[in-house]
């Protein structure tokens, strides 16, 4: 049973428009993070939250940016969307448990800019 | 983190054991084995990690060599549901380390 949630599961939205893809988890976990993934390629880690207020920026660079105010919640915004964001957004979440601890994955946003 | 490196795909027949390889000669001592799946677009799936012991649980086996540069992940009794790409990532431990996928392996069950 997934306990981190993205919505919307899919998403067109036309050149120029602002969007959020939403991320949240009931599991308390203080570490979130953002992956990006076109079709039949790699993931790629584009932000990341240790916690509250802290947010950085991952390996891959992204015109997105990400909030953390809340724990359970990392929302990720792109301000003006572009063709080439045109990709599957991934959220996770993970808790140190003195041996890295696993990742959760939500089902991801498959986001479509016309 | 050390660099994995798994073959581009495999297959095996449902029901058969499927044994994944992975090579990850330059480990060091505090990095650990992981496993995740990741079935047609979905989240990725955690599968199994350690360290150095051969570990279990209800999805794989994970035995890792005694010298730590190889391991091999292994799914006993394949259905067609376990059809997906199979990432091998070695992660050193701490707060703060991050998961970095590559590749993976596509293992295909056939009926």
């Known amino acids: 049973e997934a306990d981190i949630y993205q919505t919307p599961r899919y998403l067109v939205i036309g050149t120029g428009k602002k969007i959020t893809l939403e991320c949240s988890q009931t599991?308390?976990?203080?570490?979130m993070y953002w992956y990006q993934q076109d079709p039949g390629m790699e993931l790629h880690l584009i932000h990341y939250?240790?916690?509250?207020?802290?947010?950085e920026k991952g390996d891959l660079s992204s015109e997105s940016t990400v909030s953390r105010i809340r724990t359970e919640h990392f929302p990720l915004t792109l301000e003006s969307a572009r063709p080439s964001h045109t990709s599957q957004y991934l959220c996770?979440?993970?808790?140190?448990?003195?041996?890295?601890?696993?990742?959760?994955f939500g089902s991801g946003t498959r986001l479509t800019v016309v | 983190d050390a660099k994995t490196t798994q073959p581009t795909s495999m297959d095996c027949a449902e029901g058969r054991a499927a044994n994944l390889p992975c090579n990850h000669s330059?480990?060091?001592?505090?990095?650990?084995v992981y496993w995740y799946r990741q079935i047609h677009s979905q989240g990725p799936q955690y599968i199994i990690h350690?360290?150095?012991n051969n570990e279990t649980n209800e999805m794989a086996s994970l035995i890792i060599t005694e010298d730590r540069k190889s391991s091999t992940l292994i799914l006993p009794h394949a259905t067609l549901r376990d059809t997906a790409v199979y990432y091998c990532?070695?992660?050193?431990?701490?707060?703060?380390?991050?998961?970095?996928f590559g590749k993976g392996i596509t293992l295909s069950v056939r009926p």
């Open positions: 996770a979440s993970s808790e140190y448990r003195g041996q890295g601890g696993g990742y959760t």
């Open positions: 599991m308390g976990h203080d570490k």
């Open positions: 939250s240790y916690g509250v207020n802290s947010t």
């Open positions: 330059t480990i060091s001592g505090n990095e650990y």
């Open positions: 350690g360290l150095k």
């Open positions: 990532i070695v992660r050193v431990s701490g707060a703060n380390s991050k998961l970095t």
